[in-house]
């Protein structure tokens, strides 16, 4: 046997290859990595990381030795550069020939360029990597006027951190409303409120048109017209899959590579996982991509399990771990659980204290799921609701006094 090569050594690449240890497997492991150092966290990234003087290893998945304990070969700075599925190998940007019985594709997925004009310009920063962290915190030193493109979680992430040491802080967001591809409108609405009391200016339904400057950047045109100074740009507009490797090896891409259940693209020997995998959610009933360190991890465990279990592919239960998600903003732990993004009723229970919020997502009378706001407790409930299958009906949690722990116990 020659073994299992993982493409990409990030959050999910890590995870299989750990897990495949764990799980007994015995032949060789090697994880080749674009990045040139140990599997990181990137969490932390947006939130606590830029804003600290916060070690590099303080991110670590595992420190070095677990490697080789675990006789997983890691290769940092190299790339796999394309798959040869009639031969069976991978060629690496060494020039390598790398054999494989199988290959996980954990490649990730890379910040959207936008086509605008002055994006090269000193002071434009992006950010994914703990390089791009650490950039961005050399650049805050010598910036006070902050201009972020994009209202997701990573743009309203870095806002709060920015606004907490003193930044001037702009975030424009081209939709009508922020974090509008995952969260409800009630929770985009407790958002934009709360940011704004926390000082950060921000502009809807307008985009960065142009970054202005000679050398260094100096201030931002938006769509609208008006002109923001800024002497340090973020620009935080999404992600794209890094399916092209999949896809000049001849399998079947869309927004993602594509793969079944058992997270297997249509080459039975080849695997795809994390924020590069698009599959079909049971809790979306869609085929969808999601970037989460859980869907990283749950799916990273799964495809450990089938390759150990080899041929008894029916040994392997399909895919159907829930989703859930956090962002840390300022003083406000969002965690979502479920695919809250086609609701078209949320009820919000009434919790009598500023700052706390739990939004109960429906479509039709089915619970999508749980959006919740420094309530712990509830996202945890509402993670058993969803792997369970529970049954909680609009009318009961509209009612006044509805309780969900009462109402699971
Ligand atoms: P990645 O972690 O991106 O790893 C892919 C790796 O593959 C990269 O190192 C890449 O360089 C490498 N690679 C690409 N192509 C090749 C190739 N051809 N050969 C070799 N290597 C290659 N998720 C949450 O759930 N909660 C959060 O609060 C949260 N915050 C985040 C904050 C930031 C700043 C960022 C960037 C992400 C955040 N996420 C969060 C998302 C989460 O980190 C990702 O979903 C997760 O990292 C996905 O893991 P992955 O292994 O699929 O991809």
């Known amino acids: 046997a020659v073994g299992t090569v993982v493409a990409g050594g990030g959050q999910a690449g890590f995870q299989v290859a750990a897990s495949l240890r764990q799980g007994g497997y015995s032949d060789s492991i090697t994880i080749i990595s674009q990045e040139p150092r140990l599997p990181y966290q990137r969490p932390p990234l947006s939130k606590t990381y830029i804003k600290t003087d916060a070690a590099f290893d303080s991110l670590l998945l595992k420190p070095d030795s677990f490697f080789e ?27 390598e020939r790398l054999p494989f019985d199988h290959l996980v594709l954990a490649v990730g997925a890379s910040n959207r360029v936008l086509p605008i004009e002055g994006r090269d310009l000193a002071g434009v920063h992006q950010l994914r990597t703990a390089e791009d962290a650490e950039s961005l915190r050399a650049g805050l030193t010598d910036a006070s006027t902050i201009a972020v493109a994009g209202g997701g979680f990573i743009g309203l992430e ?11 802080v702009t975030v424009v967001e081209a939709a009508n409303r922020l974090m509008g591809r995952t969260v409800s409108q009630e929770v985009s609405r407790f958002f934009l409120e709360e940011h704004r009391k926390m000082g950060t200016d921000i502009r809807l339904g307008t985009a960065v048109s142009a970054i202005l400057g000679r050398e260094r950047v100096r201030a931002v045109t938006l769509s609208d017209g008006s002109e923001v100074a800024a002497d340090l740009v973020l620009i935080a507009a999404g992600v794209l899959p890094n399916d092209g490797l999949a896809r000049d ?46 869907n990283a ?14 041929e008894d592919t029916a ?15 300022g003083p406000f732990k969002l965690q979502i659980v479920g695919m809250t993004a086609g609701a078209d009723h949320v009820e919000m229970a009434a919790l009598g204290e500023g700052g706390k919020l739990v939004a109960y997502c429906f ?35 509209a009612a006044e006094d509805f309780d969900l722990k009462a109402h699971l116990a």
């Open 69 to 95: 304990k675990n006789a997983i070969a890691y290769r940092p700075a190299e790339t796999v550069d394309a798959i040869d599925r009639e031969a069976g190998f991978v060629a690496l940007s060494s020039g």
């Open 249 to 294: 090896g001849g399998l079947a891409t869309d927004n993602g590579i594509l793969v079944d259940h058992h997270m297997r693209t249509e080459d039975p020997r080849i695997f795809a996982i994390g924020d590069c995998a698009a599959f079909h959610s049971p809790f979306a009933e869609r085929t969808v991509r999601l970037e989460s360190v859980q």
């Open 158 to 168: 870095v806002a709060a951190a920015l606004r907490a040491i003193g930044k001037e």
């Open 363 to 397: 479509r039709g009378d089915k619970l999508l799921g749980i959006e919740t706001v420094n309530r712990p407790g509830e996202h945890m409930l509402g993670r058993r609701i969803l792997a369970e299958d529970l049954v909680i009906a609009r009318s009961e949690v």
């Open 315 to 329: 040994a392997i239960a399909p895919y159907r771990a829930v989703p859930w998600f956090w962002s840390d903003q």
């Open 297 to 310: 991890v749950d799916q990273a465990k799964l495809v450990a399990a089938s390759i150990i279990a080899g």
